[in-house]
């Protein structure tokens, strides 16, 4: 009786323990759920922070950038305020400037009153131009010379560009006089001013007696300074691209042959060039005519207006400091780095430099191209014998197929002796060399079959009889295969051999129609030489 009671108890124990087993682990699931989730958020959290920390950083950086941008043109401004005041004290010198253009503009007053109490050179300048462009040249050289009793270099610059944009009429008259003392030897390094007057005189805008001035100058030049370092007669010679042509993929040694072409193509190539730039002129159109008047003009205004705006001896620094700073309001530079300005006599190239951009720049007037030109016509012509040498060169190389492993040497009549033969023969002895494989069997199962009837009949046995019979069955298949295996692989052999024919049949024919073609090139090469030689002799 109470066993009965004692087991209905654990019954109910056992049904409230696993009922809270099961709450139990429900819950432990339910934190392993929230603590994930706790952790997930964590990380979200940290990304976040990170990623606003990062934002942060740049919103801070960029905000710092910008007060000091702000802050340096707040400064910069306050500076060109000072600056700009200062500069108001040199209203007469400013007027100078101003008039001069407007009259260069084409603005041109009819009575022009100049302050000239600070012996700026631009005051009797800007007087000389306007008499010259109301057609009074007395007066205007009088105003020219006093300005070059003030600052030599700049007034007599400044008149051969100023008459150039502005009355090109009178600018072989005063050119004549003062060009040989702006340019007494031309320098290795060239000036803006130097290129300005130099693209006037070789266009023959100053006249012809300013422009054999500056061949005589040139020519001196380049005798005293000799060929520049880097200037070597590779890029006289034009560019072309070899039209690629379809080569047997086991032909090698054509390399020289290519070579021959393609100095023939830049042959042809230089010699209509030199055609280009010296024939047309013979006979130059209105649109060179334009070329000729409008592009060196337009850098002589372009030099003549840095000219002008450097200022006074005493205002230079401090425009080229406004200039610095204005750059720093406009967010454009800093005031501490220079502006970047262009200057009227910065350096613009050495001089084989831009005798060699003259003499290939297909845009400029055909009279700058045939200057140019005259002072490399000795280098010109050194270069087109150089080029007709390499392509009329004879060829002396080898040339080879490679075929199965087989190396053939070829000319244009054939291959070279004996190598096609030589060649097939050792493809033959290649594949010939082993026999069959079925050679072992054969004689194997002859030799047992023999022994077999020989045993059979001395013993009598029908079962040795039946086997030598087999053996000699065995024989027999395997002279057939032998003979078999040894027809097939003749005639692989013999495939092999035909393949070998043909590709050196074709090598033969590619280079046959390859030198065929380098003859003539070698031949249009002679012509091209002559033809240069001729145009060259000319300039």
């Not at 989730?37 to 801070?60: F, K, P, T």
């Not at 260069?104 to 300048?125: H, N």
């Not at 705006?309 to 967010?331: F, K, M, N, T, W």
């Not at 692989?492 to 280079?511: C, I, N, P």
């Amino acid at each position: 009786m109470s066993s009965g009671r004692g087991s209905g108890s654990d019954d109910v124990v056992d049904f409230f323990l696993g009922d809270w087993n099961i709450t139990d682990r429900r819950q432990n699931q339910r934190i392993r759920e929230l603590q994930e989730g706790l952790d997930q958020a964590n990380q979200r959290v940290y990304h976040e922070r990170s990623r606003l920390r990062s934002e942060l950083s740049q919103v801070r950086g960029s905000l710092e950038k910008r007060l000091d941008a702000i802050s340096a043109s707040f400064d910069a401004f306050v500076e060109l305020s000072d600056i700009r005041a200062t500069l108001a004290m040199f209203d007469g010198t400013a007027m100078a400037r101003h008039r001069t253009r407007q009259i260069l503009s084409g603005q041109r007053p009819d009575e022009l009153r100049l302050d000239d109490t600070s012996a700026y050179w631009l005051v009797p300048a800007t007087l000389g131009l306007h008499a010259l462009t109301g057609g009074d040249l007395g007066t205007a050289r009088v105003r020219f010379a006093e300005a070059a009793d003030r600052d030599p270099l700049r007034a007599e610059v400044f008149s051969i560009l100023a008459t150039a944009v502005a009355a090109p009429e009178h600018a072989p008259a005063l050119a004549g006089p003062v060009l040989p003392k702006l340019l007494p030897a031309l320098p290795h390094e060239v000036d803006r001013w130097q290129r300005a007057l130099w693209l006037l005189a070789a266009d023959g805008l100053l006249g012809d007696d300013a422009r054999e001035e500056l061949r005589l100058r040139t020519d001196t030049a380049l005798r005293e300074q000799g060929l520049p370092q880097g200037d070597d007669s590779t890029r006289r010679i034009p560019r072309v691209e070899l039209k690629p042509e379809r080569a047997p993929v086991n032909l090698s040694g054509t390399g020289e042959i290519q070579q021959r072409l393609l100095a023939a193509e830049q042959l042809s190539a230089l010699r209509e060039r030199l055609e280009h730039t010296l024939v047309t002129r013979s006979a130059p159109g209105a649109d060179d005519a334009g070329r000729r008047r409008t592009a060196p003009a337009r850098f002589a205004a372009e030099t003549l207006r840095l000219l002008i705006d450097e200022g006074s001896s005493e205002e230079a620094p401090l425009i080229e400091r406004a200039a610095q700073l204005r750059a720093v309001v406009e967010g454009s530079g800093s005031a501490s780095a220079d502006s970047g300005r262009p200057r009227w006599d910065a350096r613009v190239g050495t001089l084989s430099q831009l005798l060699h951009a003259d003499a290939t720049d297909t845009g400029a007037p055909v009279d700058r191209r045939a200057f140019a030109l005259s002072f490399e016509c000795a280098r010109t012509l050194s270069t087109a014998e150089s080029l007709a040498h390499r392509a009329q060169q004879p060829w002396r190389g080898d040339v080879v197929i490679t075929e199965q492993g087989q190396r053939v040497p070829i000319t244009r009549d054939g291959p070279v002796g004996d190598a096609l033969a030589d060649a097939e023969a050792q493809i033959a002895r290649r594949y010939m060399r082993g026999g069959s494989e079925h050679r072992h069997i054969t004689l194997s199962a002859a030799a047992i079959g023999v022994v077999l009837v020989a045993v059979g009949l001395s013993v009598g046995s029908p079962v040795l009889w039946i086997i030598g019979i087999a053996a000699f069955g065995c024989s027999g298949w395997g002279v057939y295969k032998d003979s078999s295996g040894r027809q097939h692989t003749m005639e692989f052999a013999r495939h092999q051999q035909e393949r070998m024919r043909t590709s050196v049949d074709k090598g033969v024919a590619y280079l046959g129609a390859l030198l065929d073609k380098t003859d003539a090139a070698g031949a249009r090469a002679g012509r091209d030489l002559d033809a240069i030689r001729g145009l060259l002799a000319g300039v």
